[in-house]
């Protein structure tokens, strides 16, 4: 076969495929120009499952809807700025739901739960210098892990589990399934 033909049969398919439209495994049809949302529901119904809101969304960055939802399920009295609960919230989705965080104190709303059970070196530190201490603070184990931490003899060792991840691996009792209301 000459080089010619081999080049422009990639080429013919991709010019048919781009005036006809392929189509999804939902048998919908695939654009090259995804559709655009403001409407972080429907954006999350449309994309099922993503760690933050991609260039598809072109709404706010943290919508009302979301603010909203998220002081209702944090019962957050209706005196705290939304302007102020917007900058310290997250969103993004799962399952095709809405979900946000709030940082809050400090929670480690964009990072992925840290379930590793091996103390690190700052942790060995700790217990180094408190041999027998019931805690190990958060500004050692840091603030993602799901265990807490405590000194036994001066060797770090995991006195509880206090979270779970949820599916994404993100800590999931600080994030909440947000309804649109």
């Given at each position: 076969?000459?080089?010619?033909?081999?080049?422009?049969?990639?080429?013919?398919?991709?010019?048919?495929?781009?005036?006809?439209?392929?189509?999804?495994?939902?048998?919908?049809?695939?654009?090259?120009?995804?559709?655009?949302?403001?409407?972080?529901?429907?954006?999350?119904?449309?994309?099922?499952?993503?760690?933050?809101?991609?260039?598809?969304?072109?709404?706010?960055?943290?919508?009302?809807?979301?603010?909203?939802?998220?002081?209702?399920?944090?019962?957050?009295?209706?005196?705290?700025?939304?302007?102020?609960?917007?900058?310290?919230?997250?969103?993004?989705?799962?399952?095709?739901?809405?979900?946000?965080?709030?940082?809050?104190?400090?929670?480690?709303?964009?990072?992925?739960?840290?379930?590793?059970?091996?103390?690190?070196?700052?942790?060995?530190?700790?217990?180094?210098?408190?041999?027998?201490?019931?805690?190990?603070?958060?500004?050692?184990?840091?603030?993602?892990?799901?265990?807490?931490?405590?000194?036994?003899?001066?060797?770090?060792?995991i006195a509880?589990?206090?979270?779970?991840?949820?599916a994404r691996?993100?800590?999931?009792?600080?994030?909440?399934?947000?309804?649109?209301?």
């Open positions: 076969m000459k080089l010619a033909s081999l080049i422009r049969r990639p080429i013919a398919l991709l010019v048919v495929s781009g005036l006809t439209g392929c189509a999804n495994a939902a048998g919908g049809n695939l654009t090259s120009t995804p559709a655009a949302f403001t409407d972080p529901f429907a954006y999350c119904a449309a994309v099922s499952t993503i760690d933050a809101p991609d260039a598809r969304y072109t709404g706010p960055q943290v919508p009302d809807a979301v603010v909203n939802g998220l002081r209702k399920a944090l019962h957050a009295s209706s005196d705290l700025p939304s302007d102020v609960l917007a900058r310290g919230t997250s969103w993004r989705c799962m399952d095709g739901r809405v979900y946000a965080c709030f940082v809050g104190a400090n929670l480690p709303c964009e990072s992925k739960a840290n379930t590793d059970r091996t103390p690190t070196q700052p942790e060995r530190d700790y217990c180094a210098q408190n041999p027998n201490s019931d805690f190990i603070p958060a500004v050692v184990t840091g603030r993602e892990t799901v265990y807490e931490w405590r000194c036994v003899n001066g060797e770090p060792q509880r589990q206090l979270a779970q991840p949820d691996g993100f800590i999931s009792n600080i994030w909440y399934a947000i309804s649109p209301n």
